[in-house]
């Protein structure tokens, strides 16, 4: 009778223990996943944070004005000969603009006047 309860007891150990095993691998994976994708949502947390954008302020006499072949804006510094091209819709409402302030037919704050 006790050799049977040896027995017995050596197999449920074994089960014991192998599940015990299989529980500890499959805990260690879910936690690997768990830890990699908190720090995956971290950094994306951290390198979607807009930082303020600096105004950059541009004297007229120090660029030239062009439009190249493709009607894209293209503002050059003429210190460093650095350029910038825009969108040619960028290049076509700049364009407007500038047209309409120098025929006048911009359109001007006006003063409201008071219904009566």
């Not at 407007?96 to 003063?111: D, E, K, S, V």
Request: hydrophobic letters at 40%; charged letters at 20%.
């Amino acid at each position: 009778m006790e050799n049977k309860i040896k027995i017995y007891w050596n197999k449920v150990s074994e089960s014991v223990k192998k599940f015990f095993s299989h529980v500890f691998w499959v805990a260690l994976v879910v936690t690997g996943l768990g830890i990699g994708f908190g720090v995956g949502f971290y950094y994306k947390q951290i390198k979607t944070v807009e930082m303020p954008s600096k105004m950059v302020v541009i004297e007229k006499q120090d660029i030239i004005l062009a439009v190249d072949e493709n009607q894209r804006l293209m503002v050059i510094d003429k210190g460093t000969g650095n350029y910038t091209i825009y969108d040619n819709e960028i290049g076509k409402t700049i364009f407007t603009l500038y047209a309409r302030n120098i025929w006048g037919q911009h359109n001007p704050n006006q003063t409201p006047t008071p219904a009566k």
